[in-house]
């Protein structure tokens, strides 16, 4: 598997610890693989906009969804947070351990397009309403120069969430389906998304009940067994393979050597057949 | 002048409009210049901490210069703002106008290396302290590859003023001086330095008394009439002179096209001879 790409997505929640995905990477890059890191900012953005007093509503869709609400001041906080402290403490503590990463965002060379939800319908103390201030964002492509030119140099690329609106503003985009993207546009051999959990349960919460396999044929128990965040997981993983990566692993970062571990078979393999 | 380097500071000062450079910077690609954009961030940054509510305090040191106390929480801030809302407004602004930026920091790629200055000596009421826990830089080498990276794939590189230190931690550092290491590295043909100044004057505050050309004999003068922030963009100046670039020029954020004004000699220019 020497030069195939793999895109590696770390998740931003509460408690989730990047130490064992950064021992690991000076390892997978020295087999010549071509990594890229996608990482989440969901627990630094939520610690910044508490510490500047911001009210950290969610917005409830109809259908149960839980988001953030990007209203403008949120937003500020969000790039901060994400393209700012996220992104340069994950490249200052590789390159720290001797891993030349850069890291960029989404807005950086046009990696990340996203169309602005102009309004959404949010369901509030029982009743519906429409937020037309929320700053959030539906991916709608990828470029990629900006990673092969970096990738070429030897570089680690380290991406934000965080893409480019079609007007030019900055958006607020989910980190995996930000992941999945860019896999796609990157052909990558591989999508690995690392999170506290061991992969996808079929009996939430039950641990001994992880689906090692997905298939078109299993896809749809897949959806219905995702709970809370693993169902924007599991979406990113479709969308993936409808881009065309050969694999999506949903996987435990807490484990040691999170990704070979990944590729070895644990976690929840999502696989064209 | 095609194809020569130009190494561009916009400042981050309160009050600093980018917008004439932002104007500016398409025109100025199509002629094809090879251009960097070092930026500032201190207005942001206040912004934020003050939202934040952290103590603002400023170091003085005791030859009477005033810098950023820069203590890890302040850290935190600085880096948010600056390589968070600051580096992908600037990005986002320059996309929606056509040109293909690339936000990074001195972070990024080791581009910027700097030792972290462990113990400051500051006066506070009149009395000298010993200030050992600030995470500002002085800045030591300049690995520019990652510029060269994004350079010859055809992207406007935007750099936010955040080093890396020598034990991997991130440090705040003067962007102007940020800039002159980089405009060193890349042997720039020009470092171009822009704020709410129409350069150095001799007679300050006098508008009529701006030093059009520094060189070795006029120097000494240059030092001596420097005030304030212009004391940093004098050294700034002295030090991109020193590690080989061909002219240093402090000059007008605020005018029409403020990098070919201050090309044209608007402006203080700094030359070898």
Known sequence: MSQSTIVIKLGGGEGV??????QELPELLARGHRLVLVHGASAVANALADQAGLDRRQIQS??????RYTYPAMLEIFVAAAAGQMNKTLVAHLQARGVNAAGISGVDGRLLVAERKRAIRAVE??????????????LRASHPQVL??????????VVAPVALGTEGERLNVDGDRAAAFIAGALGAHALVILSNVPGLLADFPDPDSLMRQVTPQTLAKARAAAQGRMKRKVLAAEEALAAGVSQVILADARVANPVAT????AGTVFRHH
């Open 125 to 138: 103390n029982g009743r519906q309403r429409v937020i037309r201030d929320d700053y959030s964002g539906k």
């Open 148 to 157: 092969h030119a970096l990738l070429d140099a030897r570089f680690l690329p």
């Open 17 to 22: 610890n990047p130490e064992p995905l950064l």
């Open 262 to 265: 990944a590729l070895r078979g």
């Open 62 to 67: 109809p259908s149960g969804h839980l988001s």
